[in-house]
């Protein structure tokens, strides 16, 4: 199968062509140029995906560039390395330490070694091109902009945005999912998830504590948004005249069909991601605590365990297997994640609708304390019992009465 590239940035297309339309001469401009400078970097990241071991591994090590409102990278001069210290320019440092945040993320949580666990040396390159409306990752380091100073701003100054910029680095070494359709908008919620729990993880947010959005600082004081996306709430980061109402689904039902193409946002990759965004939302708040440990480690080996082509249900059948792996059928925390799709509309495969409903019903009967996740825990997972034992009785006398009908005939 041929992989297909494409670059993976923060700011949807969606919304950089919506500015195409303002009338303001300047965010028009910066919009135009955003565009055409991500068309170009299309091409140069489908070619430099056709070379293999191109990121050499250094430890992790993090070295920052200054372009200088340059867009070749080659060009940009060393503003701050490992064993430096600290910068004058603050976009120069907080590039380091979102690249170090990321890092010592992935390590002490899941115990990788860098993006792509062979400790990959991480790059970042700030201040890239003029007026630049966007970051992104091309394969081998992140590139930050500036913003228009208008709409947007210095997009290093969002941790998360770097944590999931840089996570889809981890994507490309674990599933490759391909980007575009479904698969596409799992890379992109992917990112977010683990943009989410990178900033969470820092700031030592609980479920309860977090705000769930990214790219909340992203936006210039005078913009009415919230942030890019919500995954507590898809479709309500914001709803304004410039960008007009966030279109990001929370339900399969709400599924966007777009075409696989640039307009199309290759099938909806950064607007359909918020239905697993919200699962894995759902999935954090109905297990409580810290989202980056169960919740997060579900999600992690379930990314590992897919593959480029994988689907949201093939996504949300290997969640459920992983939670069971890890922490046992009928525990806590399946029971959180099966609720969780269930939830967003995508049936966990295999799990009988009534059995699927009883332990939703039996998961939210339980109260959330903050710490461990459930109050009442035992009584839930009695009462679950008791509930699957007579829906096993039933199916059980519905195959006697067909047994019995067969041989009748």
């Not at 380091?96 to 992935?106: K, P, S, V």
């Not at 115990?111 to 040396?121: P, V």
């Not at 945005?161 to 996570?167: G, K, P």
């Amino acid at each position: 199968m041929t992989r297909i590239c494409r670059p993976n940035c923060i700011i949807p297309p969606h919304l950089l062509e919506k500015l195409l339309r303002s009338d303001d001469s300047e965010v028009h401009k910066a919009a135009l140029a955003t565009l055409l400078t991500t068309a170009s970097l299309r091409g140069e990241r489908t070619v430099r995906a056709t070379f293999a071991g191109a990121a050499a591994p250094g430890n992790g090590r993090r070295t920052v560039f200054d372009c200088q409102n340059g867009r070749v990278l080659s060009l940009a001069e060393t503003a701050r390395s490992e064993d430096g210290p600290p910068s004058a320019d603050e976009s120069v440092n907080r590039a380091f330490d979102g690249l170090g945040a990321t890092r010592d993320f992935y390590h002490d949580v899941f115990s990788r070694n860098s993006i792509d666990d062979q400790g990959m040396r991480l790059d970042g390159y700030v201040h890239f091109s003029s007026h630049y409306n966007n970051a992104f990752w091309d394969g081998r380091q992140m590139v930050f902009g500036d913003g228009d100073g208008k709409i947007f701003t210095d997009f290093t100054a969002s941790v998360d945005v770097i944590a999931h910029e840089l996570t889809h680095g981890v994507t490309e070494n674990t599933a490759a999912l391909v980007y575009h359709n479904q698969s596409g908008a799992l890379n992109e919620s992917v990112s977010d998830v683990f943009g989410s729990l990178v900033k969470q993880w820092s700031m030592k947010q609980s479920v309860d504590e977090a705000d769930w959005l990214i790219g909340a600082e992203v936006f210039t004081p005078g913009i009415e948004a919230d942030a890019l996306r919500s995954m507590k709430a898809p479709g309500q980061a914001y709803d304004n005249p410039l960008f007009g109402k966030d279109p990001q689904p929370d339900h399969m039902s709400k599924y966007a069909n777009l075409p696989d193409s640039d307009n199309g946002d290759f099938g909806g990759v950064h607007i359909n991601s918020g239905i697993p965004n919200r699962a894995f939302y759902l999935t954090a708040a109905g297990i409580g605590g810290f989202a980056w440990e169960s919740p997060g480690l579900i999600w992690y080996e379930s990314l590992k365990a897919s593959s480029a082509e994988t689907q949201f249900q093939d996504f949300a059948d290997t969640t459920y297997q992983k939670a069971e792996e890890l922490f046992g059928a009928g525990s806590h925390e399946q029971l959180a994640v099966l609720a969780a799709w269930q939830d967003v509309g995508v049936q966990i495969s295999g799990v009988p609708t009534g059995v699927a409903r009883a332990r939703s019903l039996a998961a939210g009967r339980n109260g959330h304390d903050g710490r461990d996740g459930l109050v009442g825990r035992e009584d839930g997972l009695a009462a679950l019992s008791k509930q699957i034992g007579a829906l096993s009785l039933q199916v059980t006398g519905l195959a006697k009465d067909v047994t019995a009908l067969k041989a009748g005939r």
